[in-house]
């Protein structure tokens, strides 16, 4: 079956700093992959999507960066600000267009 | 901005009662969600509804489920009898036309806490 799931389950940096943020998969028939950001006591947000006929796309100071050759998917914040601290999911949806399958999340700290 | 509305956000019920959470998706959107978060764990997908009809469901979702569209506007989950480890968030969520399963709007949530 399909399983998402995320190398670092916390990640600290400091405010200004670049953060990546990882996610493989391993279903190969994936074809859209989404990073949602969630925020204590709230619904996962939409940050960015991708298909599978990109490997790249960039958003308000976010970019997504897909390598299907070793099924991986990025997420990039630039500048990362204290508003970025939550927990950041990355799911996945398969060409039988099924649900998204969801990652089990990484926390994201920012250190002022 | 439109927004999917859940309440209650908090709900506490005794085990074996049943429960309905509810649910307004945004106005526009045709596909519906529900997924659940068990504390600390992963979001996990328990069904999709479009048209009147479940399109998709998980194994979850099993016969103490059932989701309804009792009107134009909302969308209801029922646990006919909750168990221990219904306890969880559980999101409701909705897509435009053309996007099924695709940049899900998601609720606040309700938090079911079974006792």
């Known amino acids: 079956g399909e399983s998402v799931g995320l190398h670092l389950p916390t990640l600290s940096v400091q405010e200004g700093d670049n953060s990546i943020i990882n996610c493989a998969y391993s279903n190969s028939a994936s074809d859209y992959f989404i990073w949602y950001k969630q925020e204590s006591g709230k619904g996962p947000q939409f940050i960015i999507d991708i298909r599978s006929n990109m490997d790249k796309r960039q958003g308000q100071r976010v970019t997504v960066l897909l390598n299907k050759t070793v099924k991986h998917l990025s997420l990039q914040i630039a500048a990362t600000q204290p508003g970025d601290s939550a927990v950041y999911f990355c799911?996945?949806?398969?060409?039988?267009?099924?649900?998204?399958?969801f990652g089990s999340g990484t926390r994201l700290q920012v250190q002022p | 901005e439109p927004e999917v509305t859940q309440t209650p956000s908090h709900q506490v019920t005794q085990m074996g009662q049943e429960v309905i959470l509810r649910c307004v998706p945004i106005?526009?959107?045709?596909?519906f969600y529900w997924y659940r978060q068990i504390l600390g764990q992963k979001v996990e997908f328990l069904v999709s509804?479009?048209?009147?009809?479940?399109?998709?469901k998980s194994e979850i979702f099993d016969d103490q489920f059932s989701v309804e569209r009792p009107d134009g506007s909302n969308f209801t989950l029922k646990i006919r009898s909750t168990k221990l480890e219904d306890s969880a968030m559980y999101f409701c969520a909705s897509t435009k036309p053309g996007q099924r399963n695709e940049k899900l709007f998601f609720g606040s949530g309700t938090q079911l806490s079974v006792l």
């Open positions: 106005s526009n959107h045709l596909y």
């Open positions: 509804f479009y048209n009147n009809e479940i399109s998709e």
């Open positions: 799911a996945s949806m398969d060409t039988g267009r099924r649900a998204l399958t």
